[in-house]
């Protein structure tokens, strides 16, 4: 099985503060459709998203461009997942830096979540993807945490947060089951250099 990892596009933190389940930004918007535009040239079999607006939002292109079937994964969320508050890296680096060692040193217990429990689920999550589908091409939108997770989990590292995932960025994991995972790639934004060029310019 070939798993895609797509990071959702830049939420709109501006306008909500650290509210759940933001939607995406403008940027976030033209994020999605530069990735989207991407992956519409791979043979994908199959489309899944967190639930939350922004990952849904960032796969929207893709799923209304090839009619691929698509499916929703709660267990794939970000920490909002459970109805809580929502930071992105941005937002709590702003804070000072007070603020983001107390996130370091326990990046989900600084939402309020049980770290384990978190965990647990997102590979619970991934599992299932496993035990119902074979020698398929999925991709797979979510969210830092949840691609961390899978990460750590492949490669046998500490920790939960070893990878900064760009917005729309993409990972490449293949394996045939959640415990024989080969790690192919880790953030990918190659198909994001226009807007870099824009910025550029």
């Known amino acids: 099985m070939r798993l895609i990892l797509v990071r959702h596009g830049q939420p709109d933190t501006a306008t909500t503060g650290t509210a759940g389940n933001p939607p995406l930004s403008a940027m976030g918007r033209e994020q999605s459709q530069l990735v989207c535009d991407y992956l519409a040239r791979e043979t994908i079999d199959l489309a899944i998203?967190?639930?939350?607006?922004?990952?849904?939002?960032?796969?929207?292109?893709?799923i209304q461009n090839t009619g691929m079937d698509v499916r929703v994964i709660p267990e794939l969320g970000e920490v909002d997942r459970y109805g809580g508050q929502y930071g992105n890296i941005e937002t709590i680096r702003s804070k000072g830096d007070a603020e983001w060692q107390r996130f370091l040193t326990d990046p989900i217990g600084y939402f309020g979540i049980d770290g384990d429990r978190f965990v647990s689920e997102t590979l619970n999550g991934y599992r299932s993807i496993f035990a119902e589908y074979k020698r398929q091409t999925i991709a797979i939108f979510t969210h830092g945490f949840p691609i961390n997770i899978l990460l750590t989990h492949a490669l046998g590292l500490d920790g939960i947060a070893n990878f900064v995932p760009d917005y729309c960025s993409i990972t490449r994991v293949t394996g045939s089951d959640l415990d024989r995972?080969?790690?192919?790639s880790v953030n990918e934004t190659a198909h994001l250099a226009p807007l870099r060029q824009e910025a550029a310019e």
């Open 49 to 62: 998203h967190s639930g939350l607006d922004r990952a849904h939002h960032t796969a929207r292109p893709l």
């Open 181 to 184: 995972l080969t790690v192919v």
